[in-house]
């Protein structure tokens, strides 16, 4: 599984010319799903995301004291199955190495459960549909996070 994370100050998603989910401060996640993924690998990213500290404490400079949980952030969670192109050979990418779309559906799903029950406010993306992504990266913070 590979996780792209952007600290942001705001996201949102279009589809067909409309807004089908947006977020304040919190974290945009592109999530790609690897053909051999289980749900421990969801568990284990997620559990690590939900861990890391890239909020401000109270009256600190560092930007790392608190996490997305601390600070009650929120998550907008799209799936891209583009993470796992290989563009080693030819001019056109490779695949191979992202899930089937049933899997890849079910591993996304188990994220945006897990990131739910953290009792985070969790935005998503239409699964397997064109999408426009827009946001405003905080930092900026761009994470790549691998299972």
Known sequence: MRIVLQKVKRGMVDVDGKTIA?????????VAIHKHDTKVDADRLVEKILKLRLFAGDGSDSFMDKSIVDVEGSLLIVSQFTLYGDCQKGTR??????????????????VVH???????HVE????????EL???????ITLILDS
């Open 114 to 120: 897990k990131c739910v029950e953290a009792g985070l």
């Open 93 to 110: 990418p490779s695949f191979s190495n992202s899930a089937p779309k049933e899997l890849a559906k079910e591993l996304y799903g188990a």
């Open 124 to 131: 998503i993306g239409a699964f397997g549909e064109h999408m």
């Open 22 to 30: 947006q977020i304040a401060e919190g974290y945009v996640l592109l």
């Open 134 to 140: 827009e946001l405003i990266n905080d930092g900026p």
